[in-house]
């Protein structure tokens, strides 16, 4: 990792201790700048070996690396992980591999589920960062497809991300044990909040060429918001994912729906991050649940919950008929 980072010119440094250098700033933004910068070469810790669940996405979360270079104005890393917003890329990749085998049938999301048995137990790979976007540093997401390829088990990898530079993914032997999701919006959310990733038509020409390349592919629909002409706007985005799948053999297709929400901490710390933000946080507009941890969390009231589902559910199924509606939250 190192080595690719110094080859694209990166500077690399060499702690003399078991710490990063002081990321601090007296203004919150060049602070941020500072840690959204940084990428960190690390083992992962004991803790990362013991998989956690992670419903409804899958059975197991396996962590490649934690924190993420996009600038998601809505990012649910803030709500999540502590401290700066760097990246940690973990070094000890083959440890987390080999330690997978420990989870296999173990899960309650899929491996015990009759609606998604066929696709075995599954690893989510993207719940704290994204992995393609830090792979060109890494390598392993590709370290990661190649296990799962050669695994003669029933199994999934799954991740999502916003990058569109799948093609050292393309030729890899991934035996279909793979699903590549591909996270949408409709395009004034996407180009006005989701800063540092491809464009949403770089987006769905990526997941075309993993289509292609014998992938089982996913749209993560998120999060979704009322925005002005929302209908309008999220029917477009449907409609240009019908033109980019169009005409695949086997298409392998799933959807996940994912309403916009947040948290007090969280919201506190993206308007740190983002102070001139236009993303609609109003507490009052919103409402209150409580989070299986027992904290608050704001989503849309319920009125506002049903008339979004029934919309896109109704045109994915005209649009996108081969697609299998996952989850919706």
Known sequence: MAERAASLGADVVEPKSNR???LSDDDPRRAYIKAKSTLAIVTAPPSKLRLQPIAPSAD??????EGCPAHCQYCYLAGSLTGPPITRAYANLPEILDNLATYLGRGTITSRSESRAGEGTTFEASCYTDPLGVEHLTGSLAATIRHFGAW???VQLRFTTKFDAVEPLLDLPHGGRTR???SVNAEPAARRFEGGTACLAARLQAIRRAALAGYPIGLTIAPIMPIPDWRDHYDR?????QDALADIPGLDLTAELIT????PSSRATLLDWYPGTALDMEEAARTRKTTKFGGAKYVYPPETMTELRGFLERRIADRLPEARILDWT
């Open 20 to 22: 990063l250098a002081d």
């Open 60 to 65: 197991w979360r396996v962590d490649l690396a």
């Open 152 to 154: 003669d088990a029933p």
């Open 260 to 263: 916009h929400r947040f948290t």
């Open 237 to 241: 985005l449907l409609a240009d994912a």
């Open 180 to 182: 590549i999701r591909y």
